[in-house]
């Protein structure tokens, strides 16, 4: 089964308190294919990057995970790999910064990059107090709060324990359009997805983003269509034009996903429910929202389900795309995908609603229980996600 993105990578460059600066793979479409391919999905990621070093590392991160790119043409792709780059707050964002072959001791090479290309051993299922958090005894829950994985993990702490920073984003991005050439058209139609995903910076931002608007449009008809906002740190648009955007968006889609945070960048202060019900106007079938504490489902007919975080997170980095992979892969599990799935979204029971939460809240426990971008695999959320289902605590709440 397989599953199309589109949304851009870029290197995120950190300079350290000595002075030496790190560079590591990023972007949100970037961390959900890696995670879709965690959960043993095929992934076709359409994406942009330089012919430069910062690309090479991209490229070689990817690979080593299977992800299968779609890029332009070589003689098209002139432009510079897109980089975040993040400072201390009070020192002066720097117009440039050392390439990846610069003399730095925080400097990573492709294969020395320890997120995710170390297979991650799956876990027994934890056991589950009543107050339904992880056990802090359980290996996947393991990492003290203030333990340390290295430079790459320090550089990648949760907004809780990371001390204010400055981000700049250098941002170019561009993809192919639509296929019209036969070989292309040929791949495509090979391929098959059943389920398209994207989000990020790149699908909102010129020229690229009317290209991911004429690929969804030219897939929705044969597959499920998934939407999150998904910005980077950096990432500076004003709230109207961003709401204009996404409400252009929402009426291709069958599942919006968004966080509190980013609602509330659209919206002010509106009603969660209200924005909700409003997008599903607009065309939407399926509405979740994420935030600290779980995830609100909303779907079009029926009321909406709250499902309870699992655990206070070590390091939330990657546990918001863990989430978004895992509910892209457990509509797909459980053949609401494609186009016969897309009337059945629309009314999802309860109990659908339920075990697609807790499917996709294990994945964000267990991404948010160790140190650095760890997407689970499959194994790690099946257990988790089965040890919740016979705890005693209430998975759900109504919102």
Not at 332 to 345: E, Q, V, Y
Request: glycine share 8%; proline share 7%.
């Amino acid at each position: 089964m397989s599953v199309l993105t589109l949304g851009e990578c870029f290197i995120h460059a950190v300079k350290h308190a000595d002075g030496s600066w790190q560079h590591m793979p990023a972007g949100y479409m970037l961390n959900v294919s890696v995670a879709l391919r965690r959960l043993g999905r095929t992934v076709r990621f359409v994406t942009d990057f330089g012919l430069d070093a910062d690309g090479t590392l991209l490229t070689d991160y990817l690979a080593a995970h299977s992800v299968e790119l779609w890029l332009r043409e070589d003689a098209q792709r002139n432009n510079p790999t897109s980089v975040l780059t993040s400072l201390a707050t009070g020192e002066e964002l720097l117009t440039s910064r050392p390439g990846l072959g610069a003399t730095s001791p925080a400097t990573l090479s492709p294969t020395s990059i320890p997120p995710v290309l170390t297979e991650q051993p799956a876990s027994p299922a934890p056991s589950i107090p009543a107050n339904g958090a992880v056990n802090p005894a359980h290996p996947i829950a393991s990492a003290h709060p203030n333990a340390s994985a290295g430079p790459l993990a320090d550089a990648m702490l949760n907004e809780e324990r990371q001390p204010a920073v400055s981000n700049r984003l250098d941002f170019t991005w561009d993809i192919q359009d639509t296929p019209v050439s036969g070989a292309c058209v040929l791949d495509l139609e090979m391929l098959a997805p059943r389920s398209v995903a994207f989000g990020g910076a790149g699908c909102h931002t010129a020229p690229g983003a009317a290209k991911v608007r004429h690929w969804v449009e030219q897939l929705r008809e044969t597959t499920s269509v998934f939407y999150h906002l998904g910005l980077p740190p950096g990432f500076a648009v004003a709230s109207a034009q961003l709401r204009k955007q996404t409400e252009a968006f929402v009426p291709l889609t069958d599942v919006v996903c968004t966080s509190r945070k980013q609602m509330a960048q659209l919206y002010g202060g509106k009603d969660m429910l209200t924005v909700a019900r409003h997008w599903q106007e607009l065309g939407a079938a399926l509405v979740v929202v994420t935030d600290d504490a779980g995830a609100s489902f909303i779907p079009r007919v029926g009321g909406p389900l709250r499902v309870q975080a699992l655990a206070r997170p070590v390091d939330a980095a990657g546990a918001d795309e863990a989430f978004f992979a895992a509910l892209i892969d457990g509509i797909s599990r459980a053949s609401l995908d494609g186009p016969h799935g897309k009337t059945t979204l629309q009314a999802l029971t309860g109990e659908a609603l339920e075990a697609l939460g807790s499917y996709a809240t294990a994945a964000a426990a267990v991404a948010a229980s160790r140190t650095g971008v760890y997407p689970p695999s499959r194994e790690e959320v099946i257990s988790v996600s089965e040890a919740r289902q016979v705890s005693d605590e209430p998975i759900t709440t109504a919102v």
